[in-house]
């Protein structure tokens, strides 16, 4: 069945970067772009990026001012998504969604940021 | 930035009845428009998509209407498992992609 499965639960200190993977199956996977999301505890969902999985095309938020970079490895299936310089605020579940509109989600990974 | 503002915040509602959700957009998004439901401890489940569309496997129930900058969902009729959080996204003036705050469906 198609699913993206993303790889699990990361704790990190302030200043340190983390790399959260997404992996595609079921379909084929450059037919397809990437997006991702992360999610604060009772906020509503925010777009951080996006990647078209065909050429590796990337769009980014500003709100992450180049600390986050996109990448997808195609003989894998999988898709990257790689923050810096992580703050407290960037504790969040980050979700990888398939598509123009995301109509399939991985079940998001927990990025913790404490010292 | 295409702010996209939903109300109510919350809805109160109960099994059997219809719910009406809003989503206002600061600026025309045509129709580029979705709706995603989420459940505590899960992820968005997308319902209409470009507007009036719906994904596949989503109840006829879930209906979506609106162009330009109002937009609503309408749930004919509720079941138990519609009691949720409902957002709406955007996806024409990109980036960034945004998402309306969220209307709460509860009991």
């Known amino acids: 069945q198609v699913q993206v499965v993303q790889s699990g639960a990361e704790v990190k200190k302030p200043g340190a970067s983390v790399k959260v993977s997404c992996k595609a199956s079921?379909?084929?996977?450059?037919?397809?772009?990437m997006h991702w999301v992360r999610q604060a505890p009772g906020q509503r969902p925010e777009w951080v990026g996006w990647i078209n999985t065909g050429n590796g095309n990337t769009q980014y938020s500003q709100n992450f001012q180049g600390r986050v970079t996109i990448t997808r490895d195609t003989s894998e299936s999988t898709a990257y998504m790689e923050l810096s310089s992580l703050r407290s605020e960037d504790a969040a579940v980050y979700y990888c969604?398939?598509?123009?509109?995301?109509?399939?989600w991985g079940k998001g990974t927990t990025i913790t940021v404490s010292s | 930035e295409v702010v996209l503002t939903q109300s109510p915040a919350t809805l109160s509602l109960s099994p059997g009845e219809r719910a009406t959700l809003s989503c206002r957009a600061s600026q025309s998004v045509s129709i580029y428009l979705a709706w995603y439901q989420q459940k505590p401890g899960q992820a968005p489940r997308l319902l209409i998509y470009d507007a009036s569309n719906r994904a596949t496997g989503i109840p006829a129930r879930f209906s979506g209407s609106g162009s330009g900058t109002d937009f609503t969902l309408t749930i004919s009729s509720l079941e138990p498992e519609d009691f949720a959080v409902y957002y709406c996204?955007?996806?024409?003036?990109?980036?960034?992609?945004?998402f309306g705050q969220g209307t709460r469906l509860e009991i």
């Open positions: 996204q955007q996806r024409t003036n990109w980036p960034p992609i945004t």
């Open positions: 969604g398939r598509g123009d509109y995301m109509d399939v």
């Open positions: 079921g379909y084929t996977f450059t037919n397809y772009p």
